[in-house]
């Protein structure tokens, strides 16, 4: 018995790198992806090539709170009514504090934070009536400990944390979850610019000693979002090879 089965999940930033497994992972657990991509056929290639069947791919801009109301209607019109909800969609700009600008500040909390509310707030009324739900946020690490270049994208994604907190306590008694995952650092294309000396500086610093696979944080978001992880909520749970242990 697949624990998904029948079920409808909505996962931004679906096509590529860590969306794309645990989009993967939850197709493989029954559900229904709605693989949601900044671009149309990326996003519809990589939900046709998702096992199971009755996925589809949407092209939707997170950090538009309008565009984010029509694609969660379209997906409820054309899968079924979402049952779980998978922040994962995310960007950087990274740079020292006093060279960032006031785009790379908005971007990274309009895309990484924002974003989780806009997507949040339309499927919440639904799973409200429903009194079911399952909500992830996708963090890091560096929300938690903070990383310099970073000022931007850590308090974007420690933002993030008190988001799930704050939906936690709000949705419970609506039966609703709302977890986080706190990925380290994973091999993706947000991390593909890293040189071999920094690659070979982060892995001494991973008490397992390699780099995380998109695979390894998916395992995770399928327990997260699934009825084994019933009774958790409002939990940041850190995947990261224990690197900041
Ligand atoms: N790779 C890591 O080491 C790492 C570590 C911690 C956290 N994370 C987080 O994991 C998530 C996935 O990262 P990844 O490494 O797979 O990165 P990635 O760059 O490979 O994928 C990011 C995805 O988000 C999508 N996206 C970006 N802006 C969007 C927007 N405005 N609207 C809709 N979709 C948008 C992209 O199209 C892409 O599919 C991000 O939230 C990232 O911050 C990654």
């Given at each position: ?11 931004t930033g ?22 949601i991509g900044q ?20 092209a939707c801009n997170v950090a538009d709170p309008a565009g984010v109301q029509a694609t ?15 922040n994962?969609a995310g960007i950087?700009r ?9 785009q790379d500040w908005d971007d990274v909390l309009g895309v990484n934070l924002k974003g989780a509310f806009n997507t949040i707030r339309a ?29 931007n994208?850590?308090?974007a994604?420690?933002g993030l ?85």
């Amino acid at each position: 018995m697949q624990e998904l089965a029948g079920q409808v999940a909505m996962v931004t930033g679906g096509s590529r790198g860590i969306g794309l497994a645990i989009s993967r992972a939850l197709a493989d657990a029954g559900a229904r992806v709605a693989v949601i991509g900044q671009d149309a056929t990326r996003a519809a290639t990589a939900a046709a090539a998702l096992p199971g069947s009755g996925h589809a791919g949407y092209a939707c801009n997170v950090a538009d709170p309008a565009g984010v109301q029509a694609t969660t209607a379209q997906i409820e019109k054309d899968l079924g009514e979402i049952a779980i909800l998978v922040n994962n969609a995310g960007i950087t700009r990274d740079n020292l504090l006093v060279r960032l600008r006031d785009q790379d500040w908005d971007d990274v909390l309009g895309v990484n934070l924002k974003g989780a509310f806009n997507t949040i707030r339309a499927v919440a009324k639904g799973m409200m009536r429903r009194r079911a739900g399952s909500i992830l946020n996708v963090t890091s690490v560096v929300g938690i400990t903070g990383n310099p270049g970073q000022a931007n994208y850590s308090a974007a994604k420690a933002g993030l944390i008190g988001l799930t907190k704050s939906v936690a306590r709000e949705l419970a008694p609506r039966g609703i979850r709302c977890n986080a995952i706190a990925p380290g650092y994973i091999e993706t294309d947000m991390t593909a610019g890293l040189n071999e000396e920094q690659t070979r500086g982060i892995r001494e610093k991973v008490a397992l000693g390699r780099l995380g696979q998109p695979e390894d944080v998916a395992a995770v978001a399928r327990f997260l979002v699934g009825p084994g992880a019933g009774y958790i909520t409002g939990q940041v749970l850190v995947v990261d090879g224990g690197m900041v242990l």
